[in-house]
């Protein structure tokens, strides 16, 4: 059964630099290390760092299919649902986009980048585009609830994501997600701040969470703080 997913109007769209993206979502159901409070996709069904969803055969020879018949320049590579590192067969993902010459680009949140298992796949992606919105830890637990076998907490992630900013050689397009209420204070922002100067990056995006919106004027002012203007 081929269970990935292209946007239907658009999955091939040029970029502004006039590049053609093919986007896949490759977790038919909702997989993800967290269940998010905020989360658009409501409850996690399946909350771990892993979930298969069976063989991935057919999949890969639909997305082949995609590939040869649309020449995109890049694969974006995204959950759909959840996070696609979670998806045990991204690395084989991976390596089909790069048997046709194109390059790869992943979207997922910060958290699993840089734990065991995860890296390796990472790090082959040409691009990246992660988002992360919490470094305080209590604001970590209360929104995120990770489980507690997870051992998750908002300082080791944060480490992790940190390290492998700087062993990642690609282009690497950080998200740092405002959401009303939990971390656009002074005190939170000052925080995120922290953190983001210690992490390797190619370009930097503020924005703000769609259901907790901070108004565009704070958007604007906390990026000005976060970049250090
Ligand atoms: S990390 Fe993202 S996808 Fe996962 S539960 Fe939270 S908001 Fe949803």
């Known amino acids: 059964m081929d269970y990935f997913k292209y946007k239907?109007?658009?999955f091939v769209k040029a970029n502004a630099d006039d590049?053609?993206?093919?986007?896949?979502?490759?977790?038919?159901?909702?997989?993800?290390?967290f269940n998010c409070q905020i989360c658009n996709l409501g409850q996690t069904k399946y909350q771990g760092e892993w979930h298969d969803f069976g063989p991935i055969e057919d999949s890969l020879k639909g997305l082949e299919e995609r590939i040869i018949a649309e020449k995109?320049?890049?694969?974006?590579?995204?959950?759909?649902?959840?996070?696609?590192l979670t998806n045990p067969h991204l690395g084989e993902v991976v390596d089909l986009i790069h048997k046709h010459g194109c390059a790869a680009?992943?979207?997922?949140?910060?958290?699993?980048?840089?734990?065991?298992?995860?890296?390796?796949?990472?790090?082959?992606?040409?691009?990246m585009i992660a988002?992360?919105?919490?470094?305080?830890?209590?604001?970590?637990?209360?929104?995120?609830?990770?489980?507690v076998e997870s051992q998750f907490s908002a300082a080791k992630q944060t480490e992790s994501m940190i390290r492998?900013?700087?062993?990642?050689?690609?282009?690497?397009?950080?998200?740092?997600?405002?959401?009303?209420?939990?971390?656009?204070?002074?005190?939170?922002?000052?925080?995120?701040?922290?953190?983001?100067?210690q992490i390797k990056y190619t370009t930097l995006w503020v924005g703000t969470w769609p259901k907790f919106n901070v108004s565009d004027e704070r958007v604007a002012e906390i990026d000005k703080i976060i970049r250090g203007k």
Do not use: W
């Open 19 to 33: 590049r053609k993206v093919l986007s896949v979502m490759i977790n038919p159901e909702k997989a993800c290390i």
């Open 164 to 197: 492998f900013s700087h062993q990642y050689k690609g282009k690497f397009t950080l998200r740092v997600l405002l959401v009303k209420g939990y971390n656009d204070s002074d005190e939170q922002v000052a925080k995120l701040k922290e953190v983001v100067d």
């Open 105 to 127: 680009r992943l979207i997922t949140n910060c958290y699993l980048l840089g734990v065991e298992g995860h890296i390796e796949t990472s790090l082959k992606f040409e691009e």
């Open 131 to 147: 988002g992360f919105c919490f470094v305080d830890e209590d604001t970590f637990k209360l929104i995120h609830r990770p489980r």
């Open 72 to 84: 995109p320049d890049i694969v974006e590579v995204t959950a759909g649902q959840g996070d696609p």
């Open 8 to 10: 239907q109007y658009e």
